[in-house]
């Protein structure tokens, strides 16, 4: 099993950033793929970023060039750094991890972008 815990949301203006940490506990030997999720009220998750083992990075086309996905494999972390916020960024964000052809689920953070 593996734990993933979301922290670093709230509520910010336009244009503001933030950062996102989700932290992986218990079995996270093997985890490959990582990434950030996002659902808006009455609307389909998304995904948002995800990265590989091997540092490899993709992202969707409404926050390239906005956000940055990264991970301390030392630290068990995986961050997301949110730029040039929007009101349409609202929404709640979620951490994956793929194990074993398993994924795990955080329990999310709300991102809130209003003035």
């Known amino acids: 099993q593996v734990q993933l815990v979301e922290s670093g949301g709230g509520l910010v203006q336009p244009g503001g950033s933030l950062r996102l940490s989700c932290a992986a506990s218990?079995?996270?030997?093997?985890?490959?793929?990582m990434g950030w999720y996002r659902q808006a009220p009455g609307k389909q998750r998304e995904m948002v970023a995800f990265i590989t083992s091997a540092g490899l990075t993709n992202y969707g086309n409404s926050v390239r060039g906005r956000f940055t996905i990264s991970r301390d494999n030392a630290k068990n972390t995986l961050y997301l750094q949110m730029n040039s916020l929007k009101p349409e960024d609202t929404a709640v964000y979620y951490c994956?991890?793929?194990?074993?052809?398993?994924?795990?689920w955080g329990q999310g953070t709300q991102v809130t972008v209003s003035s």
């Open positions: 994956k991890a793929t194990r074993a052809y398993t994924a795990y």
């Open positions: 218990g079995s996270i030997f093997s985890i490959s793929t």
